[in-house]
């Protein structure tokens, strides 16, 4: 019944999809985060529903549909062809024998080519917010589930993202359910209805039960910098501490617990087993990096038994540690930063970390523009900065968790270049008439 419900509403979307091109691109996006055909077991099971959308939307695009003059050039852009070309090379060259190379080099290229379709589509106001939206219902809907299932069960529910996803991992899915939390604080904000915006409210409470009840650490700490930079840097401060301190109370109320003990351990590091295993995961995809500097050993090599005991006993970036040799076996890299490192060489990692500075740039560049825009454009502020919360929730929490290539990541990246274009553009009759003005002076 499930299965037959949704083919039916994707039937009903088709033609809408068809009528505007936009529709098909945010079906795309939105069934890519969902993962809808994991939580099925009819005939719907395998359906490629995310691809046929993907190729509606690019048939639209070659077929004129939408004009290839609306693409707004953007540094983003370039920053994203130069990581994929990168990044191809980097499989071309990797170690023989890898069983993620393919894995992982498909979901890192359809994500940046998703995001570097946005500019076609993403102009003005409305376009921001039904992108808000469709994170929210894609990505949202796995934490609001896992946190229902948190209550029901009173703190026993072992959280699970979609199967077959890089999102099955709880530490993963904690680390995402981090990102969507500004936006869906940003879209109960700025939503007209008043029982749409109580619903945003109870998805973002929710969704912060999952993370917490989900007993990851990386999780935690995303969701504390979500919290702490709320209480001291949002405008609804008064908000922010009544939602940080009822997530304080339902978490002590619901985690049971195996997982309160878990999140102690986040001090005491050097006793803590699974850290040091981190540590060595680290100092191994280090080493591999330094023996390929430019392209590394391709996609998640740290986690192929063969390479990881050829790299073991190197010191890689981490010799100051003074390790011993691990016992034990492949462990996959448990941070954003060694993962690229490791797979895509110093030259990955950093164009990498160029995308990331570049949005928090970009933020700034927001802020300076709105505030000469003034009251009209303070959804723009209010915008950029939870989308910057957002890709900062990822660089803390990622630094724990294997999720570069992470989709929405690159998504929240591409927003925050669109939305500088688009306040840049308000802002330039403004300066060309403060132009005008000391012209006529002189």
């Not at 936009?22 to 359906?47: E, K, R, S």
């Not at 709320?230 to 109320?253: C, D, P, Q, S």
Request: aromatic share 12%; glycine share 10%; proline share 3%.
């Amino acid at each position: 019944m499930r299965d037959l419900a949704f083919a039916l509403m994707l039937l009903a979307a088709l033609p809408l999809a068809l009528a505007r091109p936009f529709n098909a691109y945010l079906l795309w996006g939105w069934t890519g985060m969902l993962a809808p055909t994991t939580y099925f077991y009819g005939f719907m099971v395998g359906a490629r529903v995310n691809f046929v959308f993907a190729v509606l939307t690019l048939v639209l695009l070659v077929f004129g549909r939408v004009s290839w003059r609306n693409y707004q050039g953007n540094t983003v852009t370039w920053l994203y062809l130069l990581l994929a070309i990168h990044a191809t090379l980097a499989f071309w060259f990797a170690y023989a024998g890898n069983p993620y190379n393919d894995q992982y080099y498909e979901i890192l290229i359809k994500g940046l080519l998703f995001a570097m379709v946005m500019p076609f589509f993403v102009r003005e106001r409305v376009h921001f917010h039904a992108m808000f939206i469709v994170i929210a219902l894609g990505l949202g809907i796995h934490g609001v589930l896992n946190g229902l299932k948190t209550i029901a069960s009173g703190g026993g529910h072992h959280m699970l993202g979609p199967e077959g996803t890089m999102l099955a991992d709880r530490n993963h899915l904690s680390t995402a359910l981090a990102l969507v939390l500004p936006l869906l604080l940003y879209l109960q904000t700025y939503a007209a209805n008043r029982l749409v915006r109580l619903g945003y409210l109870g998805a973002f409470c929710v969704v912060v039960l999952a993370i917490l009840g989900g007993g990851s650490r990386a999780g935690f700490v995303a969701v504390s910098v979500v919290g702490m930079w709320l209480i001291f840097t949002t405008r609804r401060k008064g908000l922010a501490i009544v939602l940080v301190a009822a997530a304080v109370v339902g978490f002590l109320a619901f985690a049971p617990e195996d997982i309160t003990e878990r999140m102690s351990t986040i001090k005491e590091a050097e006793d803590d087993n699974s850290f040091m295993g981190r540590v060595f995961a680290w100092r191994i995809s280090s080493a591999i990096a330094l023996a390929n500097p430019v392209f590394g050993g391709g996609f998640h090599a740290v986690q192929v038994q063969s390479i990881w005991d050829s790299f073991k006993a190197s010191s890689g970036l981490l010799g100051f540690l003074h390790l011993p040799v691990p016992e034990f076996s492949a462990k996959a890299a448990h941070s954003i930063y060694f993962e690229v490192m490791g797979d895509l060489g110093f030259v990955g990692l950093g164009l990498f970390l160029l995308i990331l500075v570049r949005a928090l740039w970009s933020r700034r560049v927001i802020k300076r523009a709105t505030a000469r825009l003034g009251s009209p454009y303070q959804w723009a502020r209010d915008m950029a900065d939870m989308l910057m919360l957002a890709v900062l929730a990822y660089m803390v929490g990622g630094a724990a968790v294997s999720l570069g290539y992470f989709e929405v990541i690159y998504m929240v990246v591409m927003l925050m270049e669109l939305l500088r274009i688009h306040v840049t553009r308000a802002v330039a009759p403004m300066r060309r008439e403060v132009m005008s003005e000391v012209g006529g002076r002189a």
